[in-house]
T-cell receptor, first 116, second 111 residues
Framework: DAGVIQSPRHEVTEMGQEVTLRCKPI?????LFWYRQTMMRGLELLIY????????DSGMPEDRFSAKMPNASFSTLKIQPSEPRDSAVYFC??????????????FGPGTRLTVT | GEDVEQSLFLSVREGDSSVINCTYT??????LYWYKQEPGAGLQLLTY?????DMKQDQRLTVLLNKKDKHLSLRIADTQTGDSAIYFC???????????FGTGTRLQVTL
């Protein structure tokens, strides 16, 4: 398996523009997570899905952020409009959640977003 | 709360053992995890331990779990320069697939 795939790997955009980050989870995994990592705040969970349904979006900073998972093999994280404080590395991770088993997550390489 | 705490930085000499510590708060956690993040990369799962165990060994890695004190540690034997990275511990919530990650410990290996 190719692992979790994220695109683009780097994104530079101007303040006010729309940014869309993409993620393809590992085939067969049923949970998907979006994280944001910065020096100041560390690793933050933004939202996660189980079986394509959003379960907890309490980490989404504000209404400018939205996430979708239209099917089991694709998810997007959109920021509209973007602001300089959104600059961070955004990670997608997936896992196979099974009762009475471990929930190890597998991370993608991340998208480094710079908003100028 | 769901705070998972780690010290920020650890420096060791090549060949020595490294011990990275973590304290967690959720006593209902079923599994606890250690992840490694190299510069410019995502987090990579190193190992995990079931909460009913107190030790797990995997080659150079030894995980110790003290459930009474909610303390988890990762020992790396014969530390190499390639072990330089940020190490994160994480706990599951016991009933869902969400993990709570610690703040990360940056391990620096010197010659």
């Amino acid at each position: 398996d190719a692992g979790v795939i994220q695109s683009p790997r780097h994104e530079v955009t101007e303040m006010g523009q729309e940014v869309t980050l993409r993620c393809k989870p590992i085939s067969g995994h049923n949970s998907l997570f979006w994280y944001r990592q910065t020096m100041m705040r560390g690793l933050e969970l933004l939202i996660y899905f189980n079986n394509n349904v959003p379960i907890d979006d309490s980490g989404m900073p504000e209404d400018r952020f939205s996430a979708k998972m239209p099917n089991a093999s694709f998810s997007t994280l959109k920021i509209q409009p973007s602001e300089p404080r959104d600059s961070a590395v955004y990670f997608c991770a997936s896992s196979l959640a099974r009762t009475s088993s471990s929930y190890e997550q597998y991370f993608g390489p991340g998208t480094r977003l710079t908003v100028t | 709360g769901e705070d998972v705490e780690q010290s920020l930085f650890l420096s060791v000499r090549e060949g020595d053992s490294s011990v990275i510590n973590c304290t967690y708060t959720d006593s209902s956690s079923t599994y606890l995890y250690w992840y490694k993040q190299e510069p410019g990369a995502g987090l990579q799962l190193l190992t995990y331990i079931f909460s009913n165990m107190d030790m797990k060994q995997d080659q150079r890695l030894t995980v110790l779990l003290n459930k009474k004190d909610k303390h988890l540690s990762l020992r790396i034997a014969d530390t190499q320069t390639g072990d330089s990275a940020i190490y994160f511990c994480a706990e599951d919530t016991g009933t869902a697939s969400k993990l709570t990650f610690g703040t990360g410990t940056r391990l620096q290996v010197t010659l």
